[in-house]
């Protein structure tokens, strides 16, 4: 099992989940970064763009489950292998496709592939990391997912502009291609885990109440940031802004998720993660609010990227730990199971109140509603069972 030593083998599998949720990013936001030119080349209206996004996520409210039952039963490598090679080639039939339908296709397929990966990183990272650097390797994986986002936007605009709108669908693929790679030639069992019977079982019901409790703070988290994320390229578009004003907003919400994720994770033993986790909300709610209603989208950008990531690994943690480790694999697919669900229908709800007020900004409003969701649930989770226990398992 995880002893509090960094092993090579440890951080090379860190590395390539890193790399992985760096694709995952970059693969989800295409449609956001593209969103004005999609929605001319393809006629899109504000709640169509939202649908292209959340196809990504459908798959996951399905397949979520199995892959936990599937990955108890046949192991992490092949899951998490197969999951990598899907999101590749769903990039590659996006990249390929001459219509909406193909688009939508390939991200559904790309969609599946995340499932596995997504699933089963906490529990192999609990397997591999323990004490203090569990919570710092869950802050660095869980602060890779804004890196591909940032980059996205940076990159598949001029990259679109240059080589036609298929050119960042292939540069998905390939990211997530290398992703593969490192993880089949990178992957061992941690020692002690392979020793663990392969079989079909599930958690117990209090475990499956604090996963799916600690699963729904994690959706409302991630749906009220990424729909901030996914239309805060055309809210600026649509007031003026140019394209090096929404690289930089773009720039400092997404990549100032990495050193604000990690921070976070490094802080929540000296602090405690309730005051971590108020500290991250309220900064997202104030954040997403203030760029809705006001015009200064770069500034709300640094409260949102900063102070808004603080509380990621926090959660994830939670998730992770509120099964015990027999019991990771499905009580995490659990977990995304609503994660999925909520971040499928985020977007479209956020799209859709944008057409409602015709303004973009309206998104901006629904993501700010969205993310304050999770402090009520956040606190029903302490009331289910005291935190200090959770963090007793890591």
């Known amino acids: 099992m995880a002893t509090e030593k960094l092993s090579r083998r440890g951080l090379a599998i860190l590395v390539?989940?890193?790399?992985?949720?760096?694709?995952?990013?970059?693969?989800?936001?295409?449609?956001g970064s593209l969103g004005p030119q999609l929605r001319s080349l393809f006629g899109l209206d504000y709640a169509a763009l939202g649908a292209l996004i959340g196809v990504y996520?459908?798959?996951?409210?399905?397949?979520a489950l199995p892959v936990g039952l599937l990955g108890r039963r046949f192991g992490d490598h092949l899951l998490v292998g197969l999951g990598l090679a899907l999101m590749a080639i769903g990039g590659a039939v996006a990249a390929s496709s001459s219509d909406v339908r193909g688009i939508g296709l390939g991200r559904m397929v790309s969609g599946v592939g995340a499932v596995?990966?997504?699933?089963?990183?906490?529990?192999?990272?609990a397997d591999w990391f323990a004490g203090r650097f569990f919570l710092?390797?869950?802050?660095?994986?869980?602060?890779?997912?804004?890196?591909?986002?940032?980059?996205?936007?940076?990159?598949?605009?001029?990259?679109?502009?240059?080589?036609?709108?298929?050119?960042?669908?292939?540069?998905?693929?390939?990211?997530?291609?290398?992703?593969?790679?490192?993880?089949?030639?990178?992957?061992?069992?941690?020692?002690?885990?392979?020793?663990?019977?392969?079989?079909?079982?599930?958690?117990?019901?209090?475990?499956?109440?604090l996963v799916l409790v600690a699963g729904a703070v994690w959706a409302a988290y991630t749906a009220g940031y990424s729909s901030y994320v996914y239309y805060l390229p055309s809210l600026m578009a649509a007031r003026g802004g140019g394209l090096a004003a929404t690289g930089?907003?773009?720039?400092?919400?997404?990549?100032?998720?990495?050193?604000?994720?990690?921070?976070?994770?490094?802080?929540?033993?000296?602090?405690?993660?309730l005051r971590i986790f108020l500290v991250g909300t309220l900064a997202l709610i104030v954040g997403m609010l203030g760029t809705g209603l006001t015009g200064f989208a770069v500034c709300w950008a640094v409260i949102v990227g900063l102070l808004g990531s603080v509380h990621g690994g926090v959660i994830i943690a939670l998730g992770t730990l509120s099964a015990r480790p027999e019991h990771r694999a499905v009580g995490m697919s659990l977990?995304?199971?609503?994660?999925?669900?909520?971040?499928?229908?985020?977007?479209?709800?956020?799209?859709?109140?944008?057409?409602?007020l015709g303004d973009p900004a309206g998104a901006m409003l629904a993501a700010g509603l969205i993310s304050s969701a999770a402090l009520p649930v956040y606190l029903l989770h302490r009331q289910l069972i005291p935190h200090a226990i959770l963090l007793a398992r890591a």
């Open 57 to 63: 996520m459908l798959p996951g409210a399905f397949v």
């Open 248 to 273: 930089l907003a773009m720039a400092i919400a997404t990549w100032g998720n990495v050193p604000g994720t990690i921070i976070g994770g490094a802080l929540v033993h000296r602090f405690g993660g």
């Open 136 to 209: 710092l390797a869950i802050s660095i994986s869980v602060g890779a997912f804004p890196i591909g986002l940032g980059l996205g936007q940076l990159i598949q605009p001029p990259l679109a502009n240059a080589l036609g709108w298929h050119a960042p669908f292939w540069a998905g693929a390939a990211i997530t291609a290398v992703a593969t790679l490192l993880f089949v030639t990178s992957f061992r069992p941690a020692p002690g885990v392979a020793a663990i019977p392969r079989r079909f079982s599930l958690p117990s019901r209090r475990e499956v109440l």
């Open 335 to 356: 977990f995304y199971t609503v994660y999925y669900g909520g971040n499928t229908v985020g977007p479209g709800f956020c799209g859709w109140t944008a057409d409602r």
């Open 16 to 31: 390539a989940f890193a790399l992985a949720r760096i694709g995952f990013g970059f693969q989800l936001q295409t449609i």
């Open 116 to 125: 596995a990966m997504i699933v089963m990183q906490g529990k192999i990272i």
